[in-house]
């Protein structure tokens, strides 16, 4: 058993490696995984606030205009662990229309589907992936309706319950929000807590 896995990882790895397609030829010379799938180099902050383009893949479904007047600025859904944004497709365009949002959105956390791969660690929580959902909403949203007047329905399953508090952490107070969590993987520590209670909420923990 030990050699054949030595001589097949021999074969598979150093041999004959798998070739593997970047985001980039996907984009180029065939397609994305869904007819809603965007791919943006997005300047979002690191974990220390420094400016970060980050190659990222999201879903974008947009209601007609002619389908009446709208509740809701966007709908933002974020998956759970092992997943990625493609397990919202078959939800997102009845969210959108249901509760008469402009916009559907939601992103691949870094990891996890075809979002860019980082080289550090912090990239790969879901305090970063709140990051990346505020910076994919600040593109999305028209200029001219700001976060200040809008009015956002977030959307968290499992894992993504957690990036989807933080996110509404990061938004503006003013920004009118509708929080549904499926399935929460929720695990906040005592400090996280205590940071929300008594600072700034819009301030989230580092």
């Given at each position: 058993?030990?050699?054949?896995?030595?001589?097949?990882?021999?074969?598979?790895?150093?041999?004959?490696?798998?070739?593997?397609?970047?985001?980039?030829?996907l984009c180029q010379?065939?397609?994305?995984?869904?007819?809603?799938?965007?791919?943006?180099?997005?300047?979002?902050?690191?974990?220390?606030?420094?400016?970060?383009?980050?190659?990222?893949?999201?879903?974008?479904?947009?209601?007609?205009?002619?389908?009446?007047?709208?509740?809701?600025?966007?709908?933002?859904?974020?998956?759970?662990?092992?997943?990625?944004?493609?397990?919202?497709?078959?939800?997102?365009?009845?969210?959108?229309?249901?509760?008469?949002?402009?916009?559907?959105?939601?992103?691949?956390?870094?990891?996890?589907?075809?979002?860019?791969?980082?080289?550090?660690?912090?990239?790969?929580?879901?305090?970063?992936?709140?990051?990346?959902?505020?910076?994919?909403?600040d593109k999305e949203?028209?200029?001219?309706?700001?976060?200040?007047?809008?009015?956002?329905?977030?959307?968290?399953?499992?894992?993504?319950?957690?990036?989807?508090?933080?996110?509404?952490?990061?938004?503006?107070?003013?920004?009118?929000k509708l929080i549904?969590?499926?399935?929460?993987?929720?695990?906040?520590?005592?400090?996280?807590?205590?940071?929300?209670?008594?600072?700034?909420?819009?301030?989230?923990?580092?």
């Amino acid at each position: 058993i030990v050699f054949s896995l030595i001589a097949q990882f021999s074969l598979q790895d150093l041999v004959l490696p798998p070739s593997r397609i970047s985001v980039a030829d996907l984009c180029q010379k065939y397609h994305l995984p869904s007819a809603i799938s965007k791919y943006q180099r997005l300047t979002v902050p690191s974990k220390d606030g420094s400016p970060t383009p980050v190659g990222v893949h999201y879903l974008k479904y947009s209601r007609e205009k002619t389908a009446g007047p709208h509740l809701f600025d966007a709908v933002y859904v974020q998956h759970g662990f092992g997943a990625s944004s493609l397990s919202w497709l078959p939800a997102l365009p009845s969210l959108v229309h249901r509760l008469g949002a402009k916009v559907g959105l939601g992103h691949d956390m870094v990891g996890f589907g075809f979002t860019d791969r980082q080289k550090t660690l912090d990239w790969y929580t879901t305090d970063a992936s709140a990051r990346i959902g505020t910076a994919v909403l600040d593109k999305e949203v028209s200029p001219e309706e700001s976060q200040l007047n809008s009015k956002v329905a977030l959307f968290g399953h499992s894992l993504g319950a957690i990036g989807t508090l933080k996110m509404a952490l990061r938004l503006p107070r003013e920004t009118a929000k509708l929080i549904v969590l499926c399935s929460p993987a929720l695990g906040l520590s005592a400090g996280f807590a205590e940071e929300s209670k008594d600072g700034d909420v819009n301030d989230p923990p580092g």
